[in-house]
């Protein structure tokens, strides 16, 4: 069972990352412009964001293991779909498609191991096999799509999901347990609605400021129907018997710590793997596959720290994992500063590195400290929550930082007189141009816009930390659930 959902987490993790290095190919053969682009990696996060609270209740209704077939299912076709898509508009289509196929998946994968594995030493080493494949998608998908690419057209990327698909499908239907419904568990469609639509008009906002210039109406308008659509969706659960988020559970700080670190380092792996992979392709000339063994680098110090951090659990507590591990993440990062600043390959290397053994301890038992501190009539929205915290925290890495890397790139960029083209080409553009002058403008650019990223990324490490230490201060080690005075 763990294998089954291990390798459904697998894929729906390997595409959020898998993109990054198909991104200027993909952009270059469809005809995409930067914010096209853009919307075709955040489509995905932001659809499974909007949904993954009101999955949880729903697989809690209908049993999730059936939903987690229909996921199967719907994740291969909308696989096949994006793999044959002659436009971007249809590709940011079939991207908004397979993460509801994902977002059906998601919470009952983490379900379906606390339904499967009683005893909590077995659950905690269980999860944290999860996170360790968690990671390991994330920071397989640049290399997955670098070796795709170095044979196939980009919409490989997309069709080596279909056969997984559909022998884990197979593989449910047979091997998998009874599915348990609850039919008076409620799906509020509404709240899901109100979620996704906040989601949407937030990323649209920080899209439109990114522009140069800005899009004042558009980011505007975008902000109001965010706040009111979040506002509406906040109310909407303190009202609900049933909600899809009960907020209450926030005051637990352990689940909080959970939710933060879920969402710092997730942050950091795909606003990285994003930057790096555009940078060494678009500057240094790497090709699909080198860019993604640069960023995989940082799987090295992330995969065995996070499959050993639930068997070490019980004996160091989750502080010294979450705060201790978002701390060398910091540390890591400032690395990635400095070798931005030098422009060093292997500094840059050796900041992934320790970056890695940082959020590899920290993401080990995120997970744990998220289910493992709700009541067992909430699993499937802890579930949720758990899968919202890292969804949230991609899809704010890609809009804020790949609109920061954006932004910052149009801000330097001095085009240099007589050059052709728009004023302000995009990187690939600039960079491909048969103008000396303005690839040299383009690429000093795009190096103060990487820098400006990795600064972003070390400072949101440092306040984790900070955020995770300050939760976790009184808690001690022993078990994964530990409550305190003033926790509920």
């Given at each position: 069972m ?10 729906i993790?390997?595409d959020?990352?898998?993109l ?12 995409a ?12 996060p ?7 609270p ?11 293991k ?6 199967l299912g ?5 696989s ?20 509801v196929?994902?977002?059906?998946m998601l919470?009952a994968?983490l379900?379906?191991?606390?339904v ?6 077995e ?13 390991a998608?994330l ?15 980009w ?19 047979a ?8 039919p008076?568990r ?9 979620a996704?639509?906040g ?8 899209k439109?400021l990114?522009t ?7 980011a505007g ?7 009111v659509a979040?506002?509406?969706?906040v ?13 209450s ?14 969402g ?6 795909m ?13 240094e000339g790497?090709?699909?596959l ?8 940082l799987?090295?110090g ?18 010294v ?10 540390l ?5 500063v400095?070798?931005?600043v030098?422009d060093?390959l ?17 993401i ?14 909430r ?5 949720s ?14 809009a ?29 553009a ?6 000396p ?16 990223v ?7 490490m ?22 305190h005075?003033?926790?509920?």
């Amino acid at each position: 069972m763990l294998g089954i959902v291990s390798a459904a987490l697998a894929l729906i993790t390997l595409d959020n990352s898998i993109l990054y290095t198909a991104l200027p190919v993909l952009t270059e053969q469809l005809g995409a412009t930067s914010g096209q682009s853009l919307w075709i990696i955040n489509a995905y996060p932001l659809v499974i964001a909007g949904l993954l609270p009101g999955a949880g209740g729903l697989g809690d209704r209908i049993g999730h293991k059936r939903l987690f077939q229909h996921g199967l299912g719907l994740f291969a076709l909308a696989s096949l779909t994006a793999a044959l898509s002659p436009t971007p508009e249809m590709l940011v289509g079939a991207r908004g498609l397979l993460a509801v196929g994902a977002a059906a998946m998601l919470p009952a994968t983490l379900a379906l191991i606390r339904v499967t594995f009683s005893d909590e030493r077995e659950r905690t080493l269980a999860v944290s096999i999860w996170a360790g494949v968690s990671v390991a998608g994330l920071a397989a998908g640049p290399v997955v799509g670098g070796l795709l690419l170095e044979h196939f057209w980009w919409g490989s990327v997309f069709l080596v999901n279909v056969p997984v698909a559909v022998a884990a499908s197979a593989a449910i239907v047979a091997l998998g347990p009874a599915n348990v419904t609850d039919p008076s568990r409620r799906w509020d469609g509404v709240s899901s609605a109100q979620a996704l639509l906040g989601l949407g008009g937030a990323v649209l906002a920080i899209k439109s400021l990114a522009t140069t210039p800005p899009h004042w109406t558009t980011a505007g308008a975008a902000a109001v129907v965010a706040a009111v659509a979040l506002t509406a969706f906040v109310r909407r659960q303190r009202r609900l018997a049933d909600p899809l988020i009960d907020f209450s559970i926030f005051a637990n700080r352990a689940f909080s710590a959970g939710v933060v670190s879920a969402g710092a380092s997730i942050f950091a792996i795909m606003g990285l793997q994003f930057a790096v992979t555009q940078r060494y392709q678009l500057v240094e000339g790497f090709t699909p596959l080198q860019a993604g063994l640069v960023v995989a680098v940082l799987s090295l110090g992330a995969l065995p720290v996070a499959l050993a951090g639930g068997a070490v659990l019980h004996r160091l507590g989750l502080l010294v994992l979450i705060g201790g591990g978002l701390s060398v993440a910091a540390l890591g990062a400032g690395g990635l500063v400095v070798a931005a600043v030098v422009d060093r390959l292997d500094l840059l290397l050796a900041g992934l590195l320790v970056l890695g053994l940082g959020l590899g301890a920290a993401i080990s038992v995120a997970s744990t400290a998220i289910i493992g501190n709700v009541p067992r009539h909430r699993a499937g929205m802890a579930a949720s929550l758990e899968e919202v915290s890292y969804e949230f925290g991609g899809l704010v890495a890609v809009a804020v930082l790949g609109s920061l890397l954006n932004a910052v790139y149009l801000h330097a960029l001095e085009r240099p007189d007589g050059a052709d083209g728009v004023a302000a080409p995009s990187p690939a553009a600039a960079l491909s141009s048969s103008d000396p002058a303005l690839v040299a403008a383009a690429a000093e650019a795009m190096d103060s816009a990487f820098l400006a990223v990795v600064v972003a990324v070390a400072v949101a490490m440092v306040l984790g930390a900070a955020a995770t230490g300050w939760l976790l201060r009184r808690h001690l080690p022993g078990t994964a659930s530990q409550a305190h005075p003033g926790d509920h």
